[in-house]
């Protein structure tokens, strides 16, 4: 077997044909639903069920279904729809959660099953735990005939999600400049309803990859050197922005009118600067990896920013709790409470064309507004003793930075940061580390790469 399967908080991810099998997929969704039925209680509970376009979408949802119905869940599939799309509709639809089938930016062989609770956001660890607990103990309270789960099909995510993302700018400002724009959608899920929203909203819109075919068209995760013709779409059509989602269309990149990629960390800050004009100030959240570039937005504006551990939830959580009027995360993800508690590449893309109507300024124009970071991202070999043994040394390193250990070690200077974390799934540790310049950014990784020799020898 190539590769574990992965069963993590936010649910399980698995190479169809090798460890994610229809078998697994259904007692896994069946041990979510005896979990649903264990606290939630009673009679009635739905849980909506959505993919995105890989060609094994199909096989996984009809297995999960299955677990779920026979448990007597009601089961709500939504077909294709993008991942914050089944967020609104478990809102929406009063269900007791959500289940995607989706490996977000990962490519065709690999696909997954992430869970939603009935507001939207993925478990808790906590609940996430008791969920895994029931699927490996095999804890699962089956449904006697009578009792099986009831099955029915809604195609109505598209208007009800696109109603609330048009609800949170004012459309006729930007229909009023007809934008031209490139939508490049990597044959994943967010083709359709991203399209929809860009009509509605008075685009002349050139779609690329748009049929959600699951064939992608190129890798997946919306990088730079992934969007190297969406780059070349847009200068040759003369577009004023280029948009890129992922496979289930929660993270957006932004190409700006000269054909370059401005970079994932950019489209938060860009969100951000939207936001907080519009607010006059306000609460943000941001993960502990993510750039810098809101907190000088924020400052600028008369904002704040939480910082909170990695992890959608996390930000979500924390924005719940503090009332706060933007959050993401610097992999392209922006939220907006008002549609829900999901990273969503249609909220990204309505709040970015505003920004550019309401100050009549290009996308590069509004990016120089922006301080330039140069981020470094970075892994070192290490198991949890010689984690803990660096964590402990470049904590004396850093001992004059501020220091945050929400989420691994994280050192503020004033020149930067850097952000150190070891992965629940494999023996590593991550180090990013941003700075003005590239040569401070690289000392700071250096430093640790210096410690962690000084311990192994
Ligand atoms: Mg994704």
């Known amino acids: 077997m ?8 936010s649910g399980m991810r698995g190479i169809i044909g090798e460890n994610l099998t229809p ?3 259904a007692e896994y969704a069946a041990a979510f639903g005896t979990y649903l039925k264990n606290t939630a209680g009673g009679k009635g509970l739905s849980v909506c069920v959505g993919r995105d376009s890989r060609p094994s979408g199909q096989m996984i949802t009809s297995a999960v279904s299955a677990g ?17 799309g089944v967020g609104v509709m478990v809102v929406n639809l009063g269900s007791a959660g959500g289940i995607i089938i989706t490996a977000s930016h990962n490519p065709i062989e690999y696909n997954g099953i992430k869970l939603l609770l009935g507001d939207g956001i993925a478990p808790p660890a906590d609940v996430a735990t008791k969920i895994r607990q029931i699927y490996f103990d095999k804890k699962i309270s089956y449904s006697d005939s009578p009792s099986c789960g009831k099955f029915e099909l809604c195609e109505n995510t598209d208007p009800v999600h696109i109603e609330k993302v048009l609800g949170i700018v004012e459309p006729e400002k930007i229909k009023d400049k007809c934008f031209k724009v490139v939508l490049d959608s990597v044959n994943g899920a967010g083709g359709r309803a991203g399209k929809k929203l ?10 690329m990859n748009y049929e959600p075919t699951g064939f992608f068209a190129h890798k997946p995760e919306p990088t730079k050197e992934n969007l190297v013709s969406l780059c070349d779409e847009v200068k040759k ?40 004009a519009t607010n006059k ?5 941001a993960n502990l990896s993510t750039s810098r570039m809101i907190d000088d937005v924020a400052a600028k504006a008369g904002g704040t920013v939480i910082r909170t551990p990695v992890g959608e939830a996390n930000v979500a959580n924390a924005m719940i709790k503090n009332n706060c009027v933007i959050g993401g995360e610097g992999n392209g993800g922006v939220i907006d409470l008002r549609v829900g508690p999901i990273r969503n590449s249609l909220v990204a893309m309505a709040m970015v064309l505003e920004l550019m109507a309401e100050t009549g300024k290009t996308i590069s124009q509004l990016v120089d507004e922006l301080p330039h970071y140069c981020m470094i991202k970075d892994k070192f070999e290490a198991d949890a003793k010689l984690a803990s043994k660096m964590l402990a040394e470049v904590k004396k390193e850093f001992k004059d930075a501020k220091f945050n250990d929400a989420d691994g070690y994280r050192f503020d200077f004033a020149d930067g940061w850097l952000h150190l974390r070891t992965s629940n799934t494999e023996p590593i540790m991550r180090a990013i580390a941003e700075a003005r310049d590239e040569s401070k950014a690289r000392e700071y990784i250096a430093a640790v790469e210096k410690i962690r020799h000084g311990i192994t020898g």
């Open 237 to 276: 059509c003369g577009a004023e922005i280029g948009f890129a989602q992922d496979p289930d269309a929660d993270r957006l990149a932004i190409v700006d009118e000269n054909g370059i990629y401005i970079g994932e960390e950019y489209t938060l800050a860009l969100a951000a600067m939207y936001m907080f």
């Open 23 to 25: 078998a697994i997929a």
């Open 281 to 285: 100030g306000g609460r943000s959240a």
């Open 198 to 207: 860009l009509d509605e909203l008075g685009c002349r819109v050139v779609t």
């Open 68 to 84: 779920l119905m026979s448990v007597g869940i009601r089961v709500i599939e939504l077909g294709i729809v993008t991942t914050p």
């Open 2 to 9: 190539a590769q574990e399967l992965i069963i993590s908080i």
